[in-house]
């Protein structure tokens, strides 16, 4: 084995053993929604999956999900039997906790052995150890998987090894493995666009003497391919499919999350309570606003008091306004980096403009966006940037007095370590070893960001300071604030990428398909 793979391996061997130490940690309600899953896919026939609903955790996660809990609760059945019964609601034996926090730690092997796969091709041994490290270390996937419960790494784990498929030519594989973790997780369709545009463009049109040409046998490969997997999926559920995508879609639910992701809805929510506070100040009647339904942590339906209210339509136009353009520099441009921008760009417009959106969701937008952090200091500047901001927002899912100092101490290490190594992965070849690399951020930038520790200190001491009043303002100051970097980062990005593409020159989609099939074959050299 060589020096990188051992470090490596070594890296991901002591990443699992510190996991482990969380066993025993905070976990939210979605440790009961897991072990519920566990007992409906053990104790029902298919037929009744989707229909169970003794719990409030319903099963609302596509088919291959609920296959992969069916598979758990295999072993399941041998550490404890009662976890599997339907009527143990909130079952937490210590059997319990321990199996399903293991499935966690055991199941992010899928997303070491994909990081692995995707950076083997680099010829740069320390970034390809810096592009491991940053899948594998993510400190999002430790809050989210190893102490607020869930199974991301597994998921984000099949969609780089799709991205890697695709980055190796293989576009059926690719296609099918992004089908594959669609049906696992729906949320992955905020970048099926890209996936879209870029099998098209690089796949189903040709290269010839002559330029480019559609290939319809290429064509029908991938949507066989691609109707297979969903055949497979929901295929067994043919009798059921309006049940099942009432649960995969409950538009019922609001606008905003109880505790508001920082996207744009966010801000526009923040400004409707602006707007009352200005009324109020001015003496204006504010009787018939209804000025609470936005500050109470409510799942429910949204209505804003002074804006226009949000359908979901209106989100769904800007989302896709917003992919449009980048939905054309991957046709235009359908290489490898284009492909993976789209993946960044389309999760990003989901991320900031979509219905109802998790906090958790910025993984979409940092876990592909860390794949081509090291091409520029632009993207490095940014990514930090982003991941700081993205890693901090999600410090209100671990409100647990006993996982502040865990929180804490893993994001100031985050910062500072990652800073030095995302700058020392973008250094210029030509710059003396001697010279410190060193991430430079614009002076404003390093300003927003030092108003992170301020906005967490007071977030902290709120409660006593103030008692039970305001209870909403921490987390809407967290999410306010923090939506202010997600939004700087993604114009900064779109800027980047058009800049990017003057220097290109207006190159055609042929010059394109020509210049990435030469920049593999120098890979493969």
Not at 82 to 101: H, K, P
């Given at each position: 084995?060589?020096?990188?793979?051992?470090?490596?391996?070594?890296?991901?061997?002591?990443?699992?053993?510190?996991?482990?130490?969380?066993?025993?940690?905070?976990?939210?309600?979605?440790?009961?929604?897991?072990?519920?899953?566990?007992?409906?896919?053990?104790?029902?026939?298919?037929?009744?999956?989707?229909?169970?609903?003794?719990?409030?955790?319903?099963?609302?996660?596509?088919?291959?999900?609920?296959?992969?809990?069916?598979?758990?609760?295999?072993?399941?059945?041998?550490?404890?039997?009662?976890?599997?019964?339907?009527?143990?609601?909130?079952?937490?034996?210590?059997?319990?906790?321990?199996?399903?926090?293991?499935?966690?730690?055991?199941s992010e092997a899928v997303l070491a052995f994909a990081a692995y796969r995707l950076v083997s091709r680099l010829q740069d041994s320390f970034r390809r150890?810096?592009?491991?490290?940053?899948?594998?270390?993510?400190?999002?996937?430790?809050?989210?998987?190893?102490?607020?419960?869930?199974?991301?790494?597994?998921?984000?784990?099949?969609?780089?090894?799709?991205?890697?498929?695709?980055?190796?030519?293989?576009?059926?594989?690719?296609?099918?493995?992004?089908?594959?973790?669609?049906?696992?997780?729906?949320?992955?369709?905020?970048?099926?666009?890209?996936?879209?545009?870029?099998?098209?463009?690089?796949?189903?049109?040709?290269?010839?003497?002559?330029?480019?040409?559609?290939?319809?046998?290429?064509?029908?490969?991938?949507?066989?391919?691609?109707?297979?997997?969903?055949?497979?999926?929901?295929?067994?559920?043919?009798?059921?499919?309006?049940?099942?995508?009432?649960?995969?879609?409950?538009?019922?639910?609001?606008?905003?999350?109880?505790?508001?992701?920082?996207?744009?809805?966010?801000?526009?929510?923040?400004?409707?309570?602006?707007?009352?506070?200005?009324?109020?100040?001015?003496?204006?009647?504010?009787?018939?606003?209804?000025?609470?339904?936005?500050?109470?942590?409510?799942?429910?339906?949204?209505?804003?008091?002074?804006?226009?209210?949000?359908?979901?339509?209106?989100?769904?136009?800007?989302?896709?306004?917003?992919?449009?353009?980048?939905?054309?520099?991957?046709?235009?441009?359908?290489?490898?980096?284009?492909?993976?921008?789209?993946?960044?760009?389309?999760?990003?417009?989901?991320?900031?403009?979509?219905?109802?959106?998790?906090?958790?969701?910025?993984?979409?937008?940092?876990?592909?966006?860390?794949?081509?952090?090291?091409?520029?200091?632009?993207?490095?500047?940014?990514?930090?940037?982003?991941?700081?901001?993205?890693?901090?927002?999600?410090?209100?899912?671990?409100?647990?007095?006993?996982?502040?100092?865990?929180?804490?101490?893993?994001?100031?290490?985050?910062?500072?370590?990652?800073?030095?190594?995302?700058?020392?992965?973008?250094?210029?070849?030509?710059?003396?070893?001697?010279?410190?690399?060193?991430?430079?951020?614009?002076?404003?930038?390093?300003?927003?960001?030092?108003?992170?520790?301020?906005?967490?200190?007071?977030?902290?001491?709120?409660?006593?300071?103030?008692?039970?009043?305001?209870?909403?303002?921490?987390?809407?100051?967290?999410?306010?604030?923090?939506?202010?970097?997600?939004?700087?980062?993604?114009?900064?990005?779109?800027?980047?990428?058009?800049?990017?593409?003057?220097?290109?020159?207006?190159?055609?989609?042929?010059?394109?398909?020509?210049?990435?099939?030469?920049?593999?074959?120098?890979?493969?050299?």
């Amino acid at each position: 084995m060589k020096p990188a793979e051992t470090t490596m391996a070594l890296t991901w061997a002591a990443a699992a053993c510190i996991k482990t130490l969380f066993i025993h940690a905070y976990r939210s309600t979605d440790f009961e929604v897991h072990r519920n899953w566990l007992a409906i896919t053990h104790s029902l026939p298919i037929s009744k999956w989707y229909y169970e609903d003794r719990s409030e955790w319903t099963l609302d996660y596509p088919p291959f999900f609920a296959w992969f809990e069916w598979f758990l609760s295999l072993f399941a059945a041998r550490v404890d039997p009662q976890m599997l019964e339907l009527d143990n609601l909130g079952y937490a034996s210590t059997e319990t906790v321990v199996f399903q926090r293991a499935t966690v730690v055991a199941s992010e092997a899928v997303l070491a052995f994909a990081a692995y796969r995707l950076v083997s091709r680099l010829q740069d041994s320390f970034r390809r150890q810096i592009y491991f490290a940053l899948l594998v270390l993510n400190p999002g996937i430790l809050f989210v998987d190893n102490i607020h419960f869930q199974y991301n790494g597994f998921l984000y784990g099949i969609l780089v090894l799709s991205i890697a498929a695709m980055g190796e030519k293989r576009f059926l594989l690719g296609g099918a493995l992004f089908a594959a973790v669609l049906n696992f997780k729906h949320i992955y369709l905020y970048q099926a666009p890209a996936v879209f545009f870029y099998i098209l463009s690089a796949y189903c049109f040709v290269k010839t003497e002559k330029g480019v040409s559609f290939s319809p046998v290429n064509l029908v490969k991938i949507g066989i391919v691609t109707v297979a997997v969903f055949a497979l999926s929901f295929g067994p559920f043919y009798q059921h499919i309006p049940q099942l995508m009432s649960r995969l879609f409950p538009f019922k639910r609001g606008l905003n999350h109880a505790y508001w992701a920082p996207n744009f809805w966010a801000l526009y929510a923040f400004l409707d309570r602006v707007a009352i506070a200005a009324m109020r100040v001015a003496r204006l009647d504010t009787s018939s606003l209804n000025t609470d339904s936005m500050t109470r942590g409510l799942v429910g339906n949204t209505s804003f008091a002074v804006l226009p209210d949000v359908s979901p339509l209106v989100t769904l136009i800007a989302t896709v306004l917003t992919q449009l353009p980048i939905w054309w520099r991957v046709w235009r441009f359908p290489t490898e980096n284009s492909f993976i921008e789209g993946l960044v760009m389309c999760g990003f417009s989901s991320y900031l403009f979509g219905w109802h959106v998790h906090e958790k969701a910025i993984l979409v937008v940092l876990i592909p966006f860390s794949l081509i952090a090291l091409e520029s200091r632009t993207y490095a500047r940014l990514f930090y940037i982003l991941s700081v901001v993205g890693y901090f927002s999600l410090f209100p899912l671990l409100f647990a007095p006993s996982e502040t100092p865990t929180k804490t101490i893993v994001l100031l290490l985050y910062a500072i370590v990652g800073r030095h190594y995302l700058a020392v992965g973008c250094k210029e070849r030509n710059q003396s070893r001697l010279q410190l690399p060193i991430l430079a951020l614009a002076g404003y930038e390093r300003l927003y960001l030092w108003t992170l520790p301020i906005v967490y200190i007071y977030a902290e001491i709120h409660p006593w300071l103030l008692g039970g009043r305001l209870a909403f303002l921490p987390l809407m100051l967290v999410s306010v604030v923090s939506a202010v970097g997600v939004l700087y980062v993604w114009v900064g990005l779109w800027i980047a990428m058009a800049n990017a593409g003057n220097e290109m020159g207006g190159e055609s989609r042929t010059e394109a398909v020509k210049r990435d099939g030469e920049n593999q074959k120098e890979k493969a050299l």
